[in-house]
């Protein structure tokens, strides 16, 4: 048993140790964050000049393109579908986010969260209904 | 030193941290070592051939020496390339890869997991991170088949990150939290949620291997028709930081699925490190599996399959799920 009380107070440290508890969670997110930008400087930029040569030419510097001269700039123009599909995720993902907090306090929410939820979810699949009809989903 | 999650911040607390910062990086850059590793001789296995089988015995020094030939190898900037973008997008794709295991519950005594009650939101929120970063790569390289790669990364990933982020509401709505930890105990106290959420189980491992640009998803890169796609023109180890930033995903992903369905680390009689180690290995010898027998989708069936069926599926699941807590 405890082990169990340990767990809870553990899963509690929000509401019994304070912010400044709660904060080492988030000190612990920016060490990692500190060590992931250690790593990849270390090894490229402290490590990496010492072991690796580096001798650049004129035809190893030239861009790839299956073995001929590059033709033109790799900047053009694209598919205007790529742009389509953000404009879409930009919505879907705003969704989730309200959907979140929504499942977090269902609970307590109850039918009128439910009734209130669904709502929403319906208008956006119209608004996804509608896209497929207007074939914006389709790739070609 | 350890119990830093439950008293205030000392110097020494800190410095606990710090040990399992160091410890857990170490970690998974072993595990990314021997996942190549397994990855290839599972596949060599399943196609009956016998896979790595020179360096050191049973091959099992060839990922390390992979890594060291990586090292030693010359960095070429191509000279159109924009340099500063070019240099920067490994490590902006690499960053949010580790940054992810801080949030994960290895074990039961969850020393080194950071107990926040955003978790899994971080975790989602982090992971899009990545995109930015591969996106960068290949429009810096200016190179065709980089620009296309990157481009073709992005659409399918941000497609495919609706359906994994719907996908997993219904674990958040069953336990009510979204603390990571708090999922694994309500598990372990109540039922695997792989059993009432097996629609959502489904559709995060579909888009997770999307998410990852693994087969049958690895169109971005796919080698044929566009010789690696988004890392085309990066060479030694900065392409090695690409490689670790997708097997690292590999992992975290894994791990996530363990977290969120299989129970995470609660399991009868064996330590519980063992069990989240049993579990995710499986998680990950599926996703080999998969790249074994799977051939590559086509690209235009790639998107329909994220907007009109994942995603209409994944609502549905998300409806009835909360009909259902509802009674």
């Not at chain 2, 015995?57 to 890594?67: E, H, Y």
């Not at chain 2, 429009?139 to 065709?144: D, G, L, Q, V, Y």
């Not at chain 2, 566009?226 to 992992?251: I, N, P």
Request: aromatic share 14%.
């Amino acid at each position: 048993m405890a082990e169990e009380s340990y767990l809870a107070r553990f899963l509690d440290t929000c509401r019994y140790g304070g912010i400044r508890l709660y904060a080492n969670a988030f000190i612990f997110l920016l060490v990692f964050l500190v060590l992931a930008i250690a790593l990849p400087i270390g090894a490229l930029a402290v490590l990496g000049p010492l072991l690796r040569p580096s001798k650049p030419s004129k035809a190893k510097n030239a861009t790839y393109e299956s073995g001929l001269e590059p033709i033109g700039d790799a900047r053009s123009r694209y598919n205007v579908r790529y742009y389509l599909f953000a404009l879409m995720f930009v919505i879907f993902d705003v969704e989730i986010i309200f959907l979140y907090p929504w499942a977090v306090s269902y609970h307590t929410l109850g039918v009128f969260g439910y009734v209130e939820m669904m709502i929403f979810v319906v208008l956006l699949l119209i608004g996804l209904m509608y896209a497929w009809r207007k074939k914006v989903l389709e790739w070609m | 030193m350890l119990n830093w999650q439950s008293s205030p911040l000392t110097g020494i607390g800190f410095l606990g941290m710090v040990i399992g910062g160091v410890l857990i990086l170490g970690l998974i850059l072993g595990i990314v070592t021997y996942l190549i590793y397994f990855e290839r001789k599972i596949i060599g296995w399943m196609q009956l051939r016998i896979g790595p089988n020179r360096v050191g015995p049973f091959g099992l020094m060839q990922s390390i020496a992979d890594v060291l030939k990586l090292l030693i190898k010359e960095d070429i900037v191509p000279e159109n390339a924009d340099r500063s973008l070019f240099l920067l997008a490994p490590i902006i794709a690499f960053v949010p890869s580790f940054m992810v295991l801080a949030l994960i519950p290895f074990t039961a005594t969850h020393v080194f997991t950071s107990n926040t009650q955003v978790g899994l939101l971080l975790y989602l929120a982090l992971s899009s991170i990545t995109i930015l970063g591969i996106v960068l790569g290949g429009w810096a390289s200016n190179n065709k088949y980089s620009l296309l790669g990157g481009m073709r990364s992005a659409a399918q990933m941000v497609s495919y990150e609706i359906p994994l982020g719907m996908s997993v509401i219904g674990v958040v709505l069953l336990t009510g939290s979204l603390n990571l930890n708090t999922i694994v105990v309500a598990q372990s106290r109540h039922i695997w949620y792989i059993i009432p959420q097996i629609v959502g189980f489904i559709i995060f491992m579909i888009a997770g291997l999307a998410e990852l640009n693994r087969t049958p998803f690895d169109l971005p890169e796919a080698e044929s028709e566009l010789v690696a796609g988004y890392f085309t023109e990066y060479s030694g180890f900065r392409f090695a930081f690409f490689m670790l930033t997708e097997y690292v995903y590999v992992f975290a992903l894994c791990a996530l699925a363990t977290t969120l369905f299989l129970g995470g680390w609660s399991g009868p009689f064996l330590p519980s490190w063992i069990w989240f180690a049993i579990k995710t290995s499986a998680c990950i010898f599926f996703i080999f599996w998969v790249r074994a027998t799977m051939p590559r989708i086509r690209g235009d069936q790639l998107m329909g399959f994220a907007w009109k069926v994942l995603i209409p599926v994944a609502l549905a699941n998300l409806i009835v799920t909360a009909g259902v807590a509802l009674l």
